[in-house]
């Protein structure tokens, strides 16, 4: 760099004054030696251009690369989701038929024992009146009301409903 410097201010000088054969063909050497030196540094920044286009090409052929990955990744992941609200969908299918399964048994168990704590609870009652009351008397009362329900149809599908008939 110091030498083309000094080459410049001697042409700046050498139009300003006359110059000698000796400083001319001084002068033409220099020349020659800044002309050799520009066409290798520009041989050498011609190569350097052509290794950062090759390095700009590696690098998006890079990019392109790592983009394709992280587009069949996001697509796996896309797809695990997929299977993840699958299996999710699923599992509150599950959840829905087992409340309703137990919602269901709940129903029927309570169903049941209503029917079964009446059943008990007229047996229990009859008993009591067997006890209460002589057997003549209940036996009275009893054909009484069947005798009854022969004319009342009413009378006659309540002794029907509990057996009394």
């Known amino acids: 760099m110091k030498k083309i410097l000094s080459v410049l201010l001697f042409l700046f000088t050498a139009f300003a004054y006359p110059l000698s054969p000796s400083e001319e063909s001084r002068l033409l050497k220099d020349i020659a030696e800044i002309k050799a030196t520009l066409k290798t540094f520009m041989e050498q920044t011609d190569k350097r251009f052509e290794d950062v286009n090759t390095r ?26 997929n ?10 299918w599950i ?11 709940v129903i029927a168990f309570a169903y049941w024992d209503r029917r079964t704590i009446i059943r008990k609870t007229k047996e229990e009652t009859f008993e009591e009146m067997e006890r209460e009351l002589r ?25 029907k409903k509990y057996g009394l008939l």
């Open 135 to 159: 057997p003549e008397k209940f036996k009275k009362l009893l054909n009484t009301l069947r005798e009854k329900a022969k004319t009342d149809k009413e009378l006659e599908a309540i002794l």
């Open 83 to 92: 299977r993840r609200f699958e299996q999710l969908y699923t599992f509150l």
């Open 95 to 105: 959840i829905t038929g087992i409340f309703t399964t137990l919602t269901a048994s």
């Open 56 to 81: 700009i090409m590696e690098l998006r052929e890079d990019m392109n690369k790592r983009f394709e990955l992280m587009g069949k990744r996001i697509t796996e992941l896309r797809e695990d989701m």
